[in-house]
Nanobody
Framework: QVQLIESGGGLVQAGGSLRLSCAAS????????MGWFRQAPGKGREFVAA????????GYADSVKGRFTISRDNAKNTVYLQMNSLKSEDTAVYYC????????????????????WGQGTQVSVST
């Protein structure tokens, strides 16, 4: 059974930082591209960042470029999202997702290209 478990969310002041982790089990982690998405109250789920199977390629939404960094450790079956200079508009539930079918980072901004999803972790940024 595949599980993706996010952690690291919480409440932080604007300008602060958080590091999200997503631990994967039940799959061959290095065979999956990984992504982070988020959903704010009353809004749809939106792409945040993605990383290729090897970690050699990454992609970001324009809204987080330069502030967020996605990385992975295939030995630990874990993907990370380092979030710096947080803004109130970053408040959302953050989800990690795994894609076996799609390895091209440019295509990993689409929900439908992912096979598995985590349950999400809440990030709240106060002003």
């Amino acid at each position: 059974q595949v599980q993706l478990i996010e952690s690291g969310g919480g409440l932080v002041q604007a300008g602060g930082s958080l590091r999200l982790s997503c631990a994967a089990s039940g799959l061959t982690f290095s065979s999956y591209a990984m992504g982070w998405f988020r959903q704010a109250p009353g809004k749809g789920r939106e792409f945040v960042a993605a990383i290729s199977r090897s970690g050699g390629s990454t992609g970001y939404a324009d809204s987080v470029k330069g502030r967020f960094t996605i990385s992975r450790d295939n030995a630990k079956n874990t993907v990370y999202l380092q979030m710096n200079s947080l803004k109130s508009e970053d408040t959302a539930v953050y989800y990690c997702a795994a894609s076996r079918r799609v390895g091209i980072v440019a295509l990993l901004d689409r929900n439908e290209n992912y096979d598995y999803w985590g349950q999400g972790t809440q990030v709240s940024v106060s002003t």
